[in-house]
């Protein structure tokens, strides 16, 4: 039988669900011109294997169980990645956005799209953070007590917003919303993924790290839509708060779903190499293109603000700089 690499060994360990990916990864750029082979080849040989090894060696790649495996394998998945390389440029402009709830009533939907043509006319990068789409229950008129557009034709509509932003590569990332979810286990189909499918943006189902790499300097944002109620405004700071804590090596938090838009900055202390220092991080909360402030006055809540934050990132010195501006600008 041919020897095995360390890859090898360390593969046949995590099958066996006693080796962490960090050890996979290590034993294979050890030996990155290792065969690798399948798991059925590595079933047939691993009593052979294990009789030729002494219990101490195996030892040393069974110190991690193999639940914190399966809880990586697991986060690996829910976080997709993406790099976006703008090294000849100087300053980058981000605007995300999230919260449209396009064919309800009260839905500012033509500002959305005046929103993308402006983003797209200055050439601004754009993220989509989800409900897209609305439920058949939330935000109908109290008048006439229907929705106002079919998700089809919303969904037409949205396509034909996005399709010249999306040929020229300045959409980066969209993903469903709880809204959107909803819509999908009502109809059976992902009408957020069908629209990135046929634009070919790049599709998330949960959460994403976007990478920018701006002239010499890079800058990780985290992207999500939301989660879980809260209608105090220190509920949502603190999601951020908590987001920005557990996220190592991210400088940007973005979530939506709260309607309420903040800018939340905060640090983290950090030791790296036998010294501490301090990180600063931003967080955002996005605005909600659903009108705010008929919703909340008639269910007795307070109005939101339509504030939205335009990110520039710069690639001569490291900055990230949040421009707050009305979503009503429609300006440069």
Not at 145 to 163: A, C, F, G, I, S
Not at 261 to 281: A, C, D, L, N
Request: proline letters at 3%; glycine letters at 6%.
């Amino acid at each position: 039988m041919k020897s095995w690499t360390q890859y090898e060994e360390a593969k046949l360990l995590r099958m066996l669900g006693d080796a962490t990916y960090s050890e996979i990864e290590k034993a294979f750029s050890a030996d990155c011109n290792c065969e690798e082979r399948t798991a059925d080849a590595i079933r047939k040989h691993y009593k052979d294997y294990l009789v030729n090894r002494p219990e101490d060696d195996i030892q040393v790649l069974t110190e991690t169980p193999a639940q914190d495996l399966m809880q990586y394998e697991m986060y690996k998945e829910a976080v997709s990645i993406f790099d976006v390389y703008l090294q000849d440029q100087q300053e980058v402009v981000v605007l995300n956005l999230s919260d449209v709830h396009g064919e309800a009533y009260g839905s500012y939907l033509d500002l959305f799209e005046k929103k993308i043509e402006q983003a797209t006319h200055n050439r601004w990068r754009m993220n989509i953070a989800g409900d897209l789409f609305d439920n058949s229950e939330k935000f109908k008129d109290r008048s006439k007590n229907v929705k106002k557009m079919r998700k089809n034709d919303l969904l037409r509509r949205y396509k034909n917003v996005l399709r010249r932003p999306a040929e020229i590569g300045l959409i980066d990332s969209i993903n469903p919303g709880n809204h959107d979810s909803w819509v999908e286990n009502a109809y059976d189909i992902d009408l957020v993924e069908e629209l990135a499918d046929d634009l070919r943006i790049n599709y998330f189902p949960t959460q994403a790290i976007v990478n920018y790499n701006v002239g010499n300097f890079s800058y990780s944002m985290f992207i999500m839509h939301g989660f879980g109620g809260g209608r105090k405004s220190g509920s949502a700071v603190n999601k951020v708060i908590d987001l920005c804590d557990q996220m190592e090596g991210i400088d940007i938090v973005v979530i939506g779903h709260h309607h309420k838009p903040q800018e939340i900055p905060t640090t983290k202390v950090v030791y790296s190499e036998g010294r501490v220092f301090v990180k600063e991080m931003k967080g955002f909360i996005l605005p909600s293109f659903a009108q705010g402030m008929k919703y909340a006055l008639l269910n007795g809540l307070r109005p939101a603000s339509m504030t939205e934050h335009r990110i520039h990132l710069y690639g001569s010195h490291r900055e990230v700089r949040p421009e707050s501006r009305s979503m009503w600008d429609l300006g440069e």
